[in-house]
Each structure stands twice: as C-alpha cells, then as structure tokens.
C-alpha cells in the first residue's frame, strides 16, 4: 500500500502537466477560479445588504446575539411573525439552522498546510517559478501560524457559524493553493529541459511586496496575540486597534494583494487569479469587521466617537 501511494504521488506533476498542457482545459479551470472568488464576494455582498440574509447567514457569535437584541421591538416581532408565515421564510429559517462550532475554522488552515507541503513536495520536479515557489512559502508560513494560534489561543466557546462559511473557507483555501501551481508553472511546455532557468525569474517589485507581506505577517501576530490576552468583551485600543477596528483584518488583506503580485506570471505585473481572491478577502473582511464595529458601538456607547473614528479596512469607514 505505501509503495502504491508513494508512486501515485510521483506521478502526480506528469499527470497534471498532461492535463494542464491543453489550453482549454487550464483556461476552464483558471476561469472556475476566478468565477468562485467573484461570486462568492458577490453573495456575500447580496447578504449584507438584504436585511432578512443578513440576520439569518452573516451574523454569528457575539455579533448575532448583538443583532437579537437591538431587533427586539413590538414592531420588529409583528414583521417577523407575517414574515415565518411564508414557505420562503421558513426555509430561510431551516437552512440558517445548518451551522458548525467555530472552532471548525482550524479546518482551512489544516487544509491549506496539507496543500502548501504537497506542493513543496513536487517543486523541483514541476519546475515552479521562484515567484510562485515565495508565494507558496508566504502562504504556508500564513496557514501554518494561523494554525498554532487556532490551537493555542483556544477559549471555550458556543459560537457557531452557518455552514455556508465554512464550505467557502475550505474552497477559499483549496483554490488558492491551486492557484499558485496553476500559475506558477509554465505547464504547456513544463518539462523542457531549459524551463527552469527561462521561468525563474523575481524582480524587485516581487521582493518588495514579498516585504510588505512580511510586515502584514507581523502585525498579523500581534494582533492576534493582543486579542487572546485581553479580557473576554473588552474594547481593543492598543497597536493597530487604535485606528482600525480591525487591523488584523488589514494585515489579511494585505498579505492576499502582497501575494497576487508576488505571484504573477513572468510576463504579468498580477495573478489574476489571487487578485480576485484578493477582493474577496477586502469584501469578506469590511462586511466582517462593519459587524464588529456595530458590536462595540452597543457595547460601549461612552467611547462611540472613538470607535466611529476607526476605519474598518483600508479608507473604508
């Protein structure tokens, strides 16, 4: 058995460099890619701004029970009894229930190191871009720390999330490590034998960017380091939280537009692929992080100029 799967990995770069090879078949996948990042960024939008999705599939944790209490109104429960009358209500109310523990999130970065090791695994053999070989580093370091802080920064919660996140986080992270070996390798002629030095090629646009992931990576920690330590409720106004509601979020953001130029094809200035992920994560994170700055406004109504001051991602307010 282990010398059938050993083979079986080692035939996996002639399998998919036989497969990629064929322009209509690399075209497809590379457009399915693009199709989910935009579409989900897309749905996600659709939810924020449909007020009867949003309470039901955006909300979640502190942030839902948040959005229970303020809805609370004679109004409010008159709307919602016509509205759970209707067929289309009440499967609305049905699907919302599918959720799983939050902690499920450890998942993507499970996923992610899994994907990012079996990469390494065939760099040499498939001939992967040095752009796309600091990408693929970039974001196993990225999954791999997240993971440790999955782990370790683990407090005791109820907090669940509707299982509609959870499937697009395992796809989020399945496509963008296919991303970067779509990308990364020039497969239409990938086993020509010169095809490691005419593809190996990082300029210092790629190793600046590659600096500003680094420094994203960093405050990324920090952050999350300042969270776990802060008690449970408690308004963040340290390091970066005292102009961003945030700033984790931005550091995530900037990691993912870091990488699309990092990981750009020799003769392109961007992965087009990773720049639709990265307006997926911009338009993910904002809608996350409008949330959580709706929270701390109920929370704590003494310092609300303060946390209105507090960009949410980027400019954005």
Known sequence: MATLNSDSLDSFPSNLGSLLAHKPVFDLVSWGIKAFYLLSAFAILLVRF??????????????????????????????????????????????????????????????????????????????????????????????????????????????????????????????????????????????????????????????????????????????????FTLEKYTLPDELGFKHWIAPHYMAECTFYGSLSVIAAPPDRILNWNLFCAFIFVVVNLSVTAEGTKRWMLSKFPDRRHEIQSRRNVYILR
Not at 91 to 105: C, G, I, N, Q, R
Not at 118 to 143: D, E, G, N, P, T
Request: glycine residues 4%.
């Open 50 to 227: 449909t007020p009867d999705l949003r309470r039901r599939f955006l909300d979640y944790g502190a942030r839902a029970q948040n959005a229970s209490e303020t809805s609370e109104s004679p109004k409010g429960d008159r709307r919602r009894t016509i509205e759970r009358s209707s067929a289309a209500s009440q499967l609305l109310d049905s699907l919302a229930k599918l959720t799983v523990p939050h902690t499920w999130f450890t998942h993507f970065y499970i996923l992610s190191v899994l994907c990012s090791s079996l990469q390494f695994h065939h760099q040499i053999r498939i001939h992967m871009s040095q752009r796309a070989r600091v990408a693929s580093f970039c974001l196993l370091l990225q999954s791999s720390r997240r993971l440790v802080e999955c782990l370790t920064y683990n407090r005791k919660s109820k907090s669940r999330m509707w299982i509609g996140h959870y499937f697009i986080g395992i796809a989020f992270y399945l496509f963008t490590n296919i991303t970067l070996l779509l990308d990364g390798v020039g497969w239409a002629d990938w086993n020509h034998p010169d095809i490691g030095e005419r593809f190996n090629s990082m300029g210092a646009t790629e190793w600046a960017f590659a600096a500003f992931i680094s420094q994203a990576f960093i405050s990324q920690a920090k952050s999350h380091y300042y969270l």
